[in-house]
């Protein structure tokens, strides 16, 4: 029972919950058990916000604790560094290298930390980055940044690409599928 | 069968309608929210937002009594606004089955307390299931109205935080058409005046010794063995977390129903195993039920009272095991939710906070005005209480009555705003009462309210006029203003605070992130103009930050509303 825990983190209004339901959504299509914890309600205000999916034979716990994560796909930098220590020993990160001040930084009360990616490194992560706003952009939208990460993320995992792009024009709307699987195939060959 | 993924509050609205639900009322709350908006996706159910859980539980009520099977929807805080109905319907039990959803948040991830429901099960002897993913929401959900039915009882449904946000494999069925079971004059039965009740009460009491025996042999709840040297009694999530952490290497009394609880089959449990553990979030309801028999269990011993439970902690509680963690040597500062850009509660609060003026709050998105940099709030606690409060606090105090205000959403006022308003016109407080009116009710996820004009099923209705209300509850005084332009909102304030009567602002404007609220371009600040003075940062607006010494607006989040144009003297954004 090697079940495979990923989680997608972020802030609140990036998009994480569209690109949980497409990963969901392609799991399911090859005939795993899968789980899926999101977060609604308060924390969705551009607070820090996390998505776990969980898959395998069989899935108890839908949420993912310390040490248990083989896979976290970051939104954005320092909650990259937020939730590193949900990471296993060795496990992978790929991180957007956007960054987004937090309210404390904001209103001057803490300062957004210097060389988060070395500090990554050095506490022994995988780590994988990549510009997703600058590939969203190219793609169509700056809005785009979830479905570029999860072309990174498909990229990790034994999936034929093709189930990806059917999940993706599945599940967004018929007037941005195109936009979206340009975005996919950023994210995919980045 | 072909077996789908559904969020567990998508599986009860499933399971529901399978069993031919047909009338929904419910106040939104999260996590319950979702159950009532998936309902009303299903044409053959009449499906509606009550102004509040008391109306939606006595609707869903009446409907039942009417001879269909009807559901109600809410949040823990929900059931104690909706108790009053609930312990009594529990008396006069129901015609066709009521059964009532109320989703607990252990942890509190979006609420201000983090009470266990199932105590309300027991103090109004109905019948409570528990389900542990969404299979079982699908299965529990339809079940229910066949036992509320059995039992003449209501039948509470009690969710979780992350069983009602966590998507899991779920069978579908077909629906159940139930024709309405008729109704049959019965003043014994539904009129509960001290003669009948009393005769009810009786009744409810031998209710609750058939379900009890009931409970030994029903297929909600289940014994598991595996290794026995381990046991665990669990209901709900707590039944995830422990087959994560512990697998085969326990075995598992699983509780479906959680009130009434059965004694037998806790017994023969606890005979057969080892050590035995009750894991349960929140209050230990199970635990002093099994030391109610004598029982030797572990409980709140090892396990935490406070926040929600997760693998991690049963497997250190039970095993001592941790697993190892990387762990970063950086400080990560923290970053909680903030009111959205463009959020018409930011210029409010940010001339509340500027003439220091002690807020009332209440229970919305604008309670976020609390934190920092805008720090308008001095209390919040539960629905309406804004309103209520204040008046208690000028009456003890009448000088703050000039320095005072309330703050409180459309929907909130609407849920249980008004009749503090009511109670401040009778008893004469001089207090103001803002309401912030963004035509929608926000934190929840936009739901239509009775002020919108809009029903849960799209349809176009009659909307409440908050002018004529509070008009009509004896107030004279009533200021409309427009909480983006800063000095018009200072200039109603002000007039509210300074007359010797209460007054009522209506500070209105749509919620931002409603779909025909259309941004503006992105404002953009003009490096040779900015003076780094930090003016525009005092609003907390979350696409302005400090670049290199100076302001910088970020495109992406900007819409453009132009509160902090109001706020810089260098004319630097534009």
Known sequence: MNNTSIMIVGVGGQGTLLASR?????LLSQGYDVKVSEVHGMSQRGGSVVTYVKYGQAVASPIIDRGEADIILAFEQ??????????????????????????????????????????????????????????????GSARAVNVVLLGALARQLEIPRGVWETAVQTTVKPQFAEMNLRAFARGYEA | MKKELFLGNEAVARGFWEAGCRFVSSYPGTPSTEITEYAAEYAEMDCEWAPNEKVALEA?????????????????VGLNVAADPLFTASYTGINAGLVVAVADDPGMHSSQNEQDSRHYARASKTLMLEPADSAECRDFAAAAFALSEAFDTPV???????????????????????????????????????????????????????????????????????????????????????????????????????????????????????????????????????KSLGLEVHGKDVFPRVGEFSQSILRRAILGEELPAGALDLAVPARPPVLCPGCPHRGLFYVLKKRKIFVSGDIGCYTLGALAPLESMDTCVCMGASISGLHGHNKADPENAARSVAVIGDSTFMHSGVTGLINIAYNRSNSVVIILDNSITGMTGHQQNPTTGIT??????AAVSLEKVCEAVGIRRVFVVDPYDLSATEEALTQALAAAEPAVIISRRPCALLKYVKPKPSLRVDPEKCTGC????????PAISMKNKYAAVDPTQCVGCGVCVQLCRFGAVT
């Not at chain 2, 930090?534 to 607006?541: D, E, L, P, W």
């Open chain 2, 534 to 541: 930090r003016a525009c940062m005092r609003i907390g607006c």
């Open chain 2, 156 to 290: 509470l449904l009690r969710m979780s935080t992350r069983v009602s946000h966590s998507r899991s494999l779920t069978e579908t069925g077909s629906r159940a058409e139930i024709p309405l079971r008729p109704y049959e004059k019965n003043p014994g039965k539904y009129v509960m005046m001290p003669a009948m009740a009393q005769k009810r009460h009786v009744l409810v009491e031998e209710r609750i010794l058939r379900q009890r025996a009931w409970a030994e042999t029903c297929a909600f709840n289940r014994a598991e063995y595996h290794d026995k040297s381990i046991g665990v009694i669990c209901a709900g999530i707590n039944y995830q977390y422990a087959r994560e952490a512990l697998g085969e290497r326990a075995s598992y009394l699983k509780l479906g129903c959680v009130y009434p609880l059965p004694e037998r089959l806790i017994r023969d449990f606890c005979a057969a195993c080892g050590a035995v553990y009750v894991a349960e979030d929140l209050d230990d309801c199970i635990e002093q039920h099994c």
């Open chain 2, 60 to 76: 869903a009520y009446g409907a039942a009594v009417a001879g269909a099977r009807s559901f109600c929807g809410m949040k823990h």
């Open chain 1, 22 to 26: 497409l990963l969901g959504a392609a």
């Open chain 1, 78 to 139: 320092l909650e990259a560094a937020r939730w590193l220590p949900y990471l296993k020993p060795g496990g992978k990160l790929i991180a957007n290298t956007q960054t987004i001040d937090p309210m404390p930084v904001i209103t001057g009360a803490a300062a957004y930390p210097d060389g988060i990616f070395p500090a990554l490194r050095a506490a022994g992560a995988d780590l994988r980055e990549l510009d997703a706003l600058s590939l969203a952009l190219q793609a």
């Open chain 2, 456 to 461: 849960l099923k799209g349809d176009p209705t």
